[in-house]
C-alpha cells in the first residue's frame, strides 16, 4: 500500500514537472529572443485633457553606428485596441535602435477620459494632443538625452491613424507620420470633430513627411474616402497593400513593416540601407507567445490537480453512476449530442439576431429554461420537500472550507502565471481600469453562470455512457474547448477586439479549470468561485469597450 502511495506520488510529481519544464524552456527562449529586440521597457503615465493616459516606452537593443542619439516612434493602436496588443512595431524598431512609445489614447486601454474629451484649458481635443503629451512627459525622463529630437515620428492604424494624422498637423516636433488605414474624414463614420477632422488640419506642409499605408479593399475604412482623399490635399504617397492576411484593414503583413521601416529611415538617416538588411521576426516572436502560454495553461492544470491531495479532504462520492445496458448508452449519448446541439444553436440564433445583446438574453434563456425545468419535476415527483432549512442546509453545504479554498486557490493560480507573463512581455495586460468596470464585470455573471449550468447540471450527467469518472471529465473538457473557440471566433469576427477575444480565451480556461474543480469537489460552488475571479477580472477590463460599442451603434 505504501509503495502505490508512493508511485501515485512520484506520477504526480512527474506530471506537474513535465508542464513546468515546458514553461522554462518557453519562456527561456522568448526572452532571449525579446531582448534582442528590447531589452527593458517603461511605463510612462502623463495627463492630457484632465484624463491620466498611459504608455509603454520600449528601449532599443542596440545604438546605431552612424549617430549617437537614437531616433524615438509613437505608435497609435486602432479603435478598440490596446497599446500592447500589437507589438510589432515595438519588436522591428527597437532591434533597429529606435525607441518606440506605444501609446493609449483616451478611453482605451489604461488610460481614462472620453474619446472626445476637450482640454479645459486649451480648448484642444483630448485626441489631438494625446501624443503631444506623451512626447512632453518623455522629455521629462532621464533617458530623452538619448533621444533625438529631429527624428520622432508617428505610425498610427485605423483610428489610431487619425490620431496620428491630428498630431501630427498640430505639432511641429513629429517630423515623419504614417497612417496606415487610418481614418481622414471623420464625418464619414459619424462623427463631427470641426476643426479637428484630419480633413481639416493636414494639407502640403502638415504633417511632415506623411506617408500613407492603405489596402484597396479595405472595407471598414475606405480606401477612397479616406486614402485618395488625404493624396489629394497633401500630395503624400500611398502604398497599396494587397497581403494582408485576414482583413485588408488590419494589415498584417510584411511588407506594411518594411515600408514602415524604410519610409522613417530614409528620412530620418537620408537611406534606406544604411542601417542594414531588415529581417523581421514578429511572427516567430508570436508563436513563441503563443507556445508560452500554453505551457501556461497545463502548468496551471497540473498545479490544480496536484494540489487537491492536499487542500480537499476526505473522500467525494461520484456524481454519475455508469450505465452497463449498452442500450441505454445509446440513448444518453444520443440525448448529450441533442442537448449540446441545442446549446450551440441557441447561442447562434441569439447572437445572429441580437448581437451584443445576446451576452444577457441567451443566458436568461437558459437559466430561466433551467430553473422551469426543476421546478416541473419537483412538482411531478414531490420526493422531496422544499423547505427554508432544505435550502439553508444545501448552500452550507456547497460552502465547505476545502472547496472554497481550493477553488480560490485555483483562481489565484491562473491570475498570478497570466500577470507574470502580461507583464514580463509586456503582452494584452487585462484588467479592470477602475472600480465601476470591476463591478459592471458582474453583469456578465449570468454568462458564465448559465454556461456551467449546462455542462455540470445537464451535459455532465449526459456523460453515463464513459465509465470512467475521469474520461468523462477530460471528454466535457474538450468538447467545451470546441464550443468556447467558436465564442472566441465570434467575438473576433463581430467587435475585432483584442481584448473582448483574450476575455473569451479566459472564460475557455475558466471553464476547462472547472471542470477539474467540479470533479475533485463535487461542488457547483466551486465553478461559480473560480468564474467570478477569472471572468471577473477578465471582462471587467472589457467593459469600457462595450461601453464604447454600444455608444458607437447608437
Known sequence: MVRKLKTKISIRSILLLIPLIFLAITASIFYFNRVQSYPFYERVQFKSAGSTLYANLYYPSKDLEFQDQNPLVIFAHGSEWQKDVDIRVALELTKRGFFVAGIDYHQHGESGGELFDVDSDTGVLGIAQDCSKLLDAIELLDVYPRINSSQIGLVGHSLGGMVVLMNGALDVRFTATISWAGVVNASFIGWDLDAYNPVNLINNTDPENLLLIHAYDDGTVSYEDHALLAQSLTGCTIINITDSFFSDHYLISDTVLIETIKWYELVFFGSESINGPINLNWVSFLIM???????????????????????????????????????????????????????????????????????????????????????????????????????????????????????????????????????????????????????????????????????RKVLLPLTKFIKSQKKRTLFLSIMILFIHMYFVFISFWYYGSPEIMAAFFAYLMASVMNSILYHKTKKFISVIINSVIINGLFFGSTVPILIGLLEFLK
Not at 447561442?347 to 436568461?364: D, K
Not at 437559466?367 to 415527483?381: D, E, P, Q, R
Not at 509586456?426 to 477602475?434: A, F, G, N, S, V
Open 289 to 455: 507567445i503563443l507556445f508560452m502560454l500554453i505551457a501556461m495553461c497545463l502548468t496551471v492544470l497540473s498545479i490544480i490537480i496536484y494540489s487537491s491531495r492536499y487542500l480537499l479532504k476526505g473522500k467525494r462520492e461520484p456524481l454519475t453512476e455508469t450505465l452497463e445496458d449498452k442500450s441505454k448508452n445509446k440513448m444518453i449519448a444520443l440525448k448529450f449530442v441533442i442537448s449540446l446541439i441545442l446549446y450551440v444553436a441557441l447561442w447562434v440564433l441569439v447572437i445572429e439576431s441580437f448581437g451584443l445583446s445576446a451576452i444577457y438574453l441567451a443566458p436568461f434563456i437558459i437559466i430561466g429554461a433551467y430553473i422551469l425545468y426543476k421546478l416541473v419535476i419537483a412538482l411531478k415527483v414531490r420526493k422531496v420537500e422544499i423547505t427554508k432549512e432544505s435550502i439553508k442546509d444545501e448552500i452550507k453545504s456547497q460552502f465547505d472550507r476545502g472547496t472554497v479554498v481550493y477553488s480560490v486557490f485555483a483562481g489565484c493560480v491562473f491570475m498570478g502565471f497570466y500577470y507574470l507573463i502580461a507583464f514580463t512581455i509586456p503582452w494584452t495586460l487585462l484588467y479592470p481600469p477602475d472600480f465601476p468596470s470591476f463591478i459592471g464585470a458582474f453583469l456578465i455573471f449570468p454568462m458564465y453562470l448559465s454556461s456551467e449550468i449546462i455542462y
